[in-house]
């Protein structure tokens, strides 16, 4: 069964596994004792950590080893943010960066900080100098990840990192989704990843903090991983980590090429296959093993069960796809289409023979979803039509209250009016994203009496 979401997880790699076999019979002692297996085990820990400071770029002692990608992103920010306290309380981060990075931030807003989200385009983006200008005397710190999770658009590190030393600020970088393809631009300040996005055992993050970097490591003191990381190391795990890490970059340069060429075949093939399909993302600055497109009048849920009963395992950022019912933040952001959404991501070892049959799978299951929820097959003008209707949808979620914006489009003169009432917070992307894929005008959002009047106008 061909495993599509290698951005969520990657497979086991294997020389994790061996290595992950070999430090449990030689690595579970504790590396602080002086004895003969604490002294091996201690042999295993620092050449670990010295294996993972040479990829990611640092000295040894500057990379601390935690639990988890996330922790150590919120080690990052919160020991940051202390020990630049007397600079100020304001936090700097774009409006994609991972869910770690936005819950660290609300939780320091509601700490009595307070933080900005600089704005991305429609690829994914941020703008070096609209970055540089959200920079303030009083800023502490700003984050911004080398590449993104969801599309896969890499980021302007380099140029974002200079401004941020010419206003001697530092710069933390989410390289969770990067690492394992290559090092990012050194002038970063913090640096976060975590193992099990490159092929590493889960359980294992990696936190750099570069020398002069005032950072001050929040909660109860521990005297393992200079006080950055409490508690026992998971010595196997963080072997097993290392190993993977040097291994899958010395793959990364030949593997990068073969993947990007079968992920440009997605890129390409998708939108002839199926119709009203939008790929997202940076066509060029991104990931080489990562696609994500959106399918309208499609409901993501259902969509993913389809191709999982055709044995391919894919995500979504689809509001229906959640437990919260609403877009995915960095859809959002974006102002792309959110209903429908599938993101593809290739582990190494890809053959092309499984990515031509996902291509051969995904238009019958797209279109066994839109049958299913009496999408539109086309859109027809009616001889007696009127200047404007309304459109109920009302407890209806994604992506209905699109189709039924579809289906009625056509009953209006060029000029009319569709107004779609619609309490689902997907509406709030979708309708303005058809508008955009269809030619038509998006007029803007109304209050209504429940949730949101949006109102469209037909343009053809």
């Not at 889960?202 to 970097?213: N, W």
């Not at 399918?295 to 995500?315: I, K």
């Given at each position: 069964?061909p495993?599509f979401?290698a951005?969520?997880?990657a497979?086991l790699?294997?020389?994790?596994?061996?290595a992950?076999?070999?430090?449990?019979d030689?690595?579970?002692a504790d590396?602080a004792?002086?004895?003969?297996?604490g002294?091996?085990?201690?042999?295993?820990l620092?050449?670990?950590?010295?294996?993972?400071?040479e990829?990611?770029?640092?000295?040894?002692d500057?990379?601390t080893?935690?639990?988890?990608g996330?922790r150590?992103?919120h080690?990052a920010i919160?020991g940051?943010?202390?020990?630049r306290?007397r600079v100020?309380?304001?936090?700097v981060?774009?409006a994609?960066?991972?869910?770690?990075?936005?819950h660290?931030?609300a939780t320091h807003e509601?700490?009595?900080?307070?933080?900005?989200?600089v704005?991305?385009?429609?690829?994914g983006?941020?703008s070096?100098a609209?970055?540089g200008?959200?920079?303030?005397?009083?800023t502490a710190?700003a984050c911004l990840q080398?590449a993104?999770?969801?599309?896969g658009?890499?980021?302007?590190?380099?140029?974002v990192?200079?401004?941020?030393?010419a206003?001697?600020v530092?710069l933390?970088?989410?390289?969770?989704?990067?690492l394992?393809w290559g090092?990012v631009p050194a002038?970063w300040s913090?640096l976060?990843a975590?193992?099990?996005k490159?092929g590493?055992?889960?359980?294992?993050?990696?936190?750099a903090?570069r020398?002069?970097?005032?950072?001050?490591p929040?909660g109860?003191s521990?005297?393992?991983?200079s006080g950055r990381?409490?508690g026992f190391?998971?010595l196997?795990?963080?072997v097993a980590?290392?190993?993977?890490?040097?291994?899958?970059r010395?793959e990364?340069?030949?593997?990068?090429?073969?993947l990007?060429?079968?992920?440009d075949?997605?890129?390409?093939r998708v939108?002839e296959l199926?119709p009203d399909?939008?790929?997202v993302?940076?066509?060029v600055?991104?990931?080489p093993?990562?696609?994500?497109?959106?399918?309208l009048?499609?409901?993501?849920?259902t969509?993913?069960?389809?191709l999982?009963r055709a044995?391919?395992?894919?995500?979504?950022?689809s509001?229906c796809?959640?437990?919260t019912?609403?877009?995915s933040h960095v859809?959002r952001?974006m102002g792309v289409?959110?209903?429908?959404n599938?993101r593809?991501s290739l582990?190494?070892?890809?053959t092309?023979?499984?990515?031509?049959?996902f291509?051969?799978?995904?238009?019958?299951a797209v279109s066994?979803?839109?049958?299913?929820?009496g999408?539109?097959?086309?859109v027809?003008p009616?001889?007696?039509?009127?200047?404007?209707?309304?459109?109920?949808s009302?407890g209806?979620?994604c992506p209905?209250p699109?189709i039924e914006l579809?289906?009625?489009?056509?009953?209006v003169p060029?000029g009319?009016?569709?107004?779609?009432?619609?309490?689902?917070?997907?509406a709030?992307?979708?309708?303005p994203a058809w508008?955009v894929?269809?030619?038509?005008?998006y007029?803007?959002?109304e209050?209504?009496?429940r949730?949101?009047?949006y109102?469209v106008r037909?343009?053809?």
């Amino acid at each position: 069964m061909p495993y599509f979401d290698a951005a969520s997880s990657a497979p086991l790699h294997p020389v994790a596994r061996q290595a992950l076999l070999a430090a449990l019979d030689e690595g579970w002692a504790d590396p602080a004792r002086l004895y003969r297996e604490g002294r091996r085990a201690r042999l295993l820990l620092d050449a670990a950590r010295e294996a993972a400071a040479e990829a990611v770029g640092c000295r040894p002692d500057e990379l601390t080893f935690t639990s988890s990608g996330t922790r150590a992103v919120h080690s990052a920010i919160s020991g940051a943010l202390a020990g630049r306290r007397r600079v100020g309380r304001h936090l700097v981060v774009s409006a994609v960066e991972h869910s770690s990075v936005l819950h660290a931030a609300a939780t320091h807003e509601a700490q009595g900080g307070t933080f900005a989200e600089v704005p991305v385009d429609r690829a994914g983006s941020v703008s070096a100098a609209t970055y540089g200008e959200a920079l303030r005397e009083d800023t502490a710190l700003a984050c911004l990840q080398s590449a993104n999770h969801e599309v896969g658009t890499e980021q302007p590190v380099a140029e974002v990192a200079e401004l941020c030393r010419a206003s001697g600020v530092p710069l933390l970088v989410d390289a969770a989704q990067s690492l394992g393809w290559g090092p990012v631009p050194a002038a970063w300040s913090l640096l976060a990843a975590s193992a099990h996005k490159w092929g590493g055992p889960s359980g294992v993050g990696l936190l750099a903090v570069r020398k002069g970097v005032r950072f001050a490591p929040q909660g109860p003191s521990d005297e393992r991983e200079s006080g950055r990381a409490a508690g026992f190391e998971n010595l196997p795990a963080v072997v097993a980590a290392a190993a993977s890490l040097r291994a899958v970059r010395a793959e990364a340069a030949a593997e990068s090429v073969r993947l990007r060429a079968l992920v440009d075949l997605i890129r390409a093939r998708v939108p002839e296959l199926v119709p009203d399909v939008e790929v997202v993302g940076d066509p060029v600055r991104r990931l080489p093993h990562l696609v994500t497109f959106s399918c309208l009048y499609v409901d993501g849920e259902t969509l993913l069960h389809e191709l999982d009963r055709a044995e391919f395992s894919v995500s979504s950022g689809s509001s229906c796809t959640s437990s919260t019912l609403t877009p995915s933040h960095v859809l959002r952001a974006m102002g792309v289409l959110s209903e429908g959404n599938v993101r593809v991501s290739l582990p190494a070892g890809t053959t092309a023979e499984d990515v031509d049959r996902f291509l051969r799978v995904l238009p019958g299951a797209v279109s066994e979803v839109r049958e299913r929820l009496g999408a539109p097959v086309s859109v027809a003008p009616s001889p007696a039509a009127a200047t404007s209707l309304v459109v109920d949808s009302l407890g209806k979620r994604c992506p209905i209250p699109v189709i039924e914006l579809a289906k009625v489009i056509g009953e209006v003169p060029v000029g009319g009016t569709v107004t779609v009432l619609s309490d689902d917070e997907a509406a709030r992307l979708d309708i303005p994203a058809w508008c955009v894929m269809r030619e038509q005008e998006y007029v803007g959002e109304e209050p209504a009496d429940r949730g949101s009047a949006y109102v469209v106008r037909r343009l053809s």
